[in-house]
């Protein structure tokens, strides 16, 4: 059955057709098919582990929605490569820089949905006691995920050399890496900050569907 006790099937439904035909048109013709396996990887990987809990542990509307667009944001930068995407040359020419800023998006992106999602898991399986440190751990796993991250990068830099570059995206910035997991720390406060309210409601409701369904069987 394609819903939960979080998702409808409608909603369920048109979740899956947006993800299928994002992917479909980022996988066609892309800039470099290489680049595009180890940018698209990610969000591949993230609708596996969410089918798979998504009967027995299903999230907030609200992270799977995000989680969405965070798979978006990278399939856009696979087709393009992050350092030729239209949109970063956009703004780039409104705001005079001669850099493509796409990847500062995606590392924002890279902080601010993880935080949801680990957030999420930290308040509902009661692993940490306290707003305060529940909102200082999942700042720390987020940086952990950053810094994991930028270690794959260079994994990938070392084994393949000049055809990591693409992937990397440097675009000659010698603080790329640095500026990277800043913006990943941002996305992640922003995250905490905006929509923690928004956040708990929906936990608090879908925690009450849970207590719910185990008081009727």
């Known amino acids: 059955m394609l819903h939960n006790r979080s998702m409808s099937q409608p909603l369920t439904i048109v979740w899956l057709a947006i993800f299928i035909a994002a992917l479909v048109w980022s996988g066609v013709a892309p800039k470099d098919y290489p680049t595009w396996v180890l940018e698209v990887f990610p969000a591949l990987v993230g609708i596996v582990v969410m089918a798979w809990t998504f009967q027995r542990f299903p999230l907030t509307p609200l992270v799977y929605w995000l989680i969405l667009v965070h798979s978006i944001i990278l399939m856009i ?14 703004l780039g020419h409104v705001l005079g820089e001669t850099r493509n800023n796409y990847d500062k998006l995606g590392h ?3 902080g601010f949905v993880p935080a949801l999602i680990a957030r999420e898991i ?6 940490v006691n306290g707003r305060g440190w529940t909102h200082f751990i999942t700042v720390c796993i987020c940086l952990a995920i950053s810094a994991f991250y930028e270690l794959i990068e260079w994994m990938v830099a070392m084994l393949s050399g000049q055809a990591a570059d693409a992937f990397l995206g440097t675009q000659g910035y010698v603080w790329d890496t640095q500026s ?4 990943c720390l941002v996305g992640a406060l922003t995250a905490i900050i905006i929509l923690a309210r928004l956040h708990d409601g929906q936990i608090a409701r879908l925690v009450s569907r849970d207590a719910d369904t185990a008081s009727s069987t």
């Not at 930290?122 to 692993?127: D, E, G, S």
């Open 122 to 127: 930290l308040l509902r399986r009661r692993i």
């Open 77 to 90: 930068g696979g087709h393009y490569t992050y350092a030729e995407v239209p949109l970063g040359d956009w």
């Open 108 to 110: 924002f992106a890279q």
């Open 180 to 183: 990277d997991m800043a913006w």
